[in-house]
Structures are given as C-alpha cells and as structure tokens.
C-alpha cells in the first residue's frame, strides 16, 4: 500500500520484499505512489518506474516514525 500521510489512501504499489526492506531499513523512509508527497513534510530520496521514496522531514514527524517503527530495537 502506498505509505503516504492521508488516511484515505489505499493505492497499491508492487515492491518485491527486498525492495520495500531496503526502504524501510531507515524508520524515516516510505514508498508511496508518484504525487503523493508532502513537500513541507518529507523530501524526495529516489525516483522509480512504479514507486517514489520519500524521507520524512523535520524534528516532530521524524521523532515519531522512529519511536514507532515496528523495526526498532526494543528498550
């Protein structure tokens, strides 16, 4: 599913698993579809065919990606 901020989102986008790991590797990147980025939330990392990965930005919004990452080690 698209990864992007609004809720009523639910466009699929096809990544093999490695893919969507290598992404997520870092808590404050996702893969959403081509225009659904935030300019004022989050930067565009890569470009691809079927997928952009965008990095989110900012002190706020990126404190809580890695706080809730399922990924993180546990404290």
Same mark, same amino acid.
């Given at each position: 599913?698209? $990864?992007?901020?609004?809720?009523?989102?639910? &466009?699929? @986008?096809?990544?093999?698993?490695? +893919? #969507?790991?290598? @992404? &997520?590797?870092?808590?404050?990147?996702? !893969?959403?579809?081509?225009? %659904?980025? @935030?300019?004022?939330?989050? !930067?565009?990392?890569?470009?691809?065919? &079927? #997928?952009?990965?965008? +990095?989110?930005?900012?002190?706020?919004?990126? $404190? @809580?990606? $890695? %706080?809730?990452?399922? &990924?993180?080690?546990?404290?």
């Amino acid at each position: 599913m698209c $990864e992007c901020g609004p809720l009523r989102c639910n &466009r699929l @986008i096809q990544l093999t698993r490695a +893919e #969507y790991e290598a @992404i &997520r590797k870092n808590p404050r990147r996702f !893969a959403i579809i081509d225009g %659904h980025e @935030i300019p004022e939330a989050e !930067a565009i990392i890569e470009r691809h065919d &079927r #997928y952009l990965v965008v +990095e989110k930005s900012g002190d706020p919004e990126a $404190e @809580i990606v $890695e %706080h809730t990452d399922p &990924r993180r080690p546990l404290d």
